[in-house]
């Protein structure tokens, strides 16, 4: 999980300034030593660490901090509001033309992701109801044009493609005028990668971006080379003027410093944040959010948003109801399970609650695709009866769904005993998605920063 060690050390240190009463400057002194450390351990940029460090000391050794009641909580909201203001301090959104299509130029070294990560964006923006055209401008690797072509079928967003026989150049001049042609509102062009940064690939880049004259040029890179990263979009900005970065991997054993620094070394936001591998795994960063989820926090507004976006309402409506009815059986909990998926990896979705990281148990849950399966094949054992009559699962017909589901008998008995409580969880999840989800987003929307919960 992103940001793990990191968040886990920043949160032991404001435990230990939490249970003091009073707080003198050798505390915070002590504190924002090991601020420092944890910080440094992350892979932060030497240089932000050391302002960001100076910034947070210069506001808690103030007044504010030292005559308030709750000073160890005052602390954890300097830093929080310091941490924000580190990576960018308000969501970047992409530019728009005035006049369609909006052009986006994809940059990036081999394996950063940049393919995949075209087709993540041109689906996100297929879903908020424009007309994407993918472009393949990466001659070089071999099979990338294939690569976005197959994206290209799965997502049904077209491709334009003239092989790799055509200059780089060309291709995005005559992509352009398709787009252009075919009322598409975005131009998303996928361009070469290479190891390492070289004047052939910068050339071409610039090339390209001269040809076309794009709204937005994203570098994609690998948040799991930390300073590596921050080092190539450096390199990158000083000869193509960026104007975003895109973090693949965030998802991953990472240790942060690469969304933590970015923007201060190089000026340039992070516009999004890719979570994972599916195609629909790729977020708008917002540095207020990632900042509370840093501390412990949680991420109510993403999670509700998640919620809405992939939660069919109707289906919702009608769970709320057999919820509170008690009518809620092994056929709606086979239909709520995968409605759950569809929000993304439990691990994630956990991070997003707040305190979530202190619960007992919670720290090592992990629920993957073949559990949930083993699960599923429980339920798809049981008769139309029993589906709807958890009191028939008598031991006879256990042992019959133990082997016809391939589980042994602990596992059904357990299940089925889980089966209330996961209820009482599918309840709260109810409430989310149904139509008092709009209402708590829109108050939530309006506290500006999101939900801030003490840990």
């Not at 995005?172 to 787009?179: D, E, I, M, T, V």
């Not at 939530?444 to 939900?451: A, E």
Request: proline residues 4%; charged residues 30%; hydrophobic residues 40%.
């Amino acid at each position: 999980m992103a940001f793990e060690g990191l968040s886990s050390r920043l949160q032991s240190v404001f435990s230990k300034l939490r249970g003091k009463g009073k707080l003198t400057e050798d505390d915070v002194n002590e504190a924002l030593r090991e601020v420092r450390l944890a910080l440094l351990e992350a892979d932060v940029n030497f240089k932000v660490v050391k302002e960001f460090v100076a910034k947070v000391k210069e506001r808690a050794i103030g007044q504010e901090v030292m005559q308030s009641f709750t000073p160890g909580m005052v602390v954890v909201d300097i830093v929080n509001k310091e941490l924000t203001a580190l990576m960018g301090g308000t969501q970047s959104k992409l530019v728009r033309a005035s006049k369609p299509p909006t052009v986006i130029m994809m940059a990036g070294l081999q394996g950063a992701g940049k393919t995949t990560t075209s087709g993540k964006l041109a689906k996100l923006l297929l879903q908020q109801n424009h007309r994407p055209l993918l472009a393949a401008a990466d001659i070089y690797r071999p099979a990338a044009i294939k690569q976005l072509q197959v994206l290209g079928e799965q997502l049904k967003i077209p491709v334009f493609s003239l092989g790799d026989k055509v200059s780089p150049v060309e291709i995005a001049k005559q992509a352009l005028q398709h787009a252009k042609d075919h009322n598409n509102d975005y131009l998303i062009i996928d361009t070469a990668g290479r190891l390492h940064i070289d004047e052939s690939l910068m050339d071409e880049l610039k090339q390209i971006a001269e040809a076309v004259n794009p709204n937005e040029i994203l570098l994609v890179v690998d948040a799991m080379t930390g300073q590596d990263a921050v080092n190539v979009a450096e390199s990158f900005h000083k000869q193509l003027e960026l104007t975003g970065v895109v973090l693949t991997k965030l998802d991953g054993d990472t240790r942060g410093g690469a969304a933590l620094s970015v923007k201060a070394v190089t000026g340039c936001p992070i516009k999004f944040a890719a979570m994972g591998e599916k195609m629909d795994a790729l977020e708008p960063f917002h540095p207020e959010r990632m900042a509370s989820r840093i501390l412990g926090m949680g991420d109510m507004l993403t999670l509700i948003e998640k919620a809405q976006a992939t939660i069919d309402a109707d289906k919702a409506k009608e769970m709320e109801r057999k919820l509170r009815t008690a009518e809620f059986t092994f056929d709606d909990f086979l239909d709520q399970m995968e409605q759950v998926k569809k929000l993304g990896p439990l691990d994630q979705l956990l991070d997003m609650l707040p305190g979530a990281g202190k619960m007992k148990g919670m720290k090592d849950l992990k629920v993957d695709d073949k559990q949930m399966s083993r699960v599923a094949a429980i339920v798809k054992s049981m008769t139309k009866e029993e589906r709807q009559n958890p009191d028939l699962l008598n031991p006879s017909r256990r042992k019959r769904l133990a082997a016809g589901s391939g589980n042994s008998i602990q596992d059904v008995n357990r299940f089925i005993k889980q089966f209330e409580d996961m209820r009482k969880m599918m309840k709260q999840f109810s409430g989310m998605m149904g139509p008092k989800g709009a209402k708590q987003l829109k108050q939530l929307k309006k506290l500006g920063r999101g939900m801030k919960f003490p840990f």
